[in-house]
């Protein structure tokens, strides 16, 4: 019995080692070496300063700058530590009333009258809460306020828009536009 016991210790021992530190560590150095800038988390970084990742979503508040979806993740909003939706149904009626609440200060922001339709995601949090796109839709009613706050010709800012969007892997999906990558464009141009 007790030789039984020792083996299948010596088995677990062996299993932990080999699962638990040896593959984690040569998938780490494969993608290290095949996938730096992915591995180590996409960051993106200004004359040696850490600005964000192009996986994670920022809050941008300023006039200047296109706005991200709404996060649900934690109080705040945009915490890579509280990712998640909000979990509310679609006929919830608080979710509603916030819907609502987001729809309104969207059209104040950007002086849309109530006939414009505004894109799902600009008024939505995805279920992470951290999704660093938005639709094409969601970023072109944004370009008048920007325009108007740089003092950028609205053409300008509208062909950045389109030039900077793309699918996921270039077929999957709707075009979207990445959010922090779209406002440091638009940061160099002055």
């Known amino acids: 019995m007790l030789k039984t016991i020792g083996r299948s210790f010596m088995l677990l ?4 080692i080999i699962t638990g530190l040896a593959y984690p560590l040569l998938i780490t150095g494969i993608s290290r070496l095949a996938f730096p800038h992915k ?9 040696g300063k850490l600005i964000g990742s192009e996986l994670i979503g920022q809050d941008f508040k300023a006039d200047k700058y296109f706005h991200s979806r709404p996060s649900a993740a ?25 819907v609502s609440k987001r729809s309104d200060k969207f059209r104040q922001e950007n002086k849309l ?11 939505t949090a995805s279920a992470s809460g951290l999704d660093p796109h938005i639709s094409v839709a969601g970023a072109l ?46 940061d160099s141009l002055k």
Not at 13 to 16: A, E, G, K, S, T
Not at 75 to 91: I, R, V
């Open 113 to 123: 009258d109530g006939s414009i339709a505004i894109p799902s995601d600009m008024v």
């Open 74 to 98: 934690g109080k705040q909003g945009y915490d890579p530590l509280k990712s998640g939706g909000s979990n509310y149904a679609a006929e919830n009626e608080d979710f509603l009333a916030l």
């Open 13 to 16: 021992l062996i299993l932990v």
């Open 141 to 186: 009613l944004q370009v008048a306020r920007i325009a108007s706050v740089r003092n950028m010709d609205y053409q300008k800012v509208r062909i950045l828009v389109i030039e900077n969007s793309g699918r996921q892997y270039g077929f999957l999906g709707e075009p979207v536009v990445n959010v922090l990558e779209l406002n440091m464009l638009l």
């Open 39 to 47: 591995s180590t988390g996409s960051l993106i970084s200004k004359e």
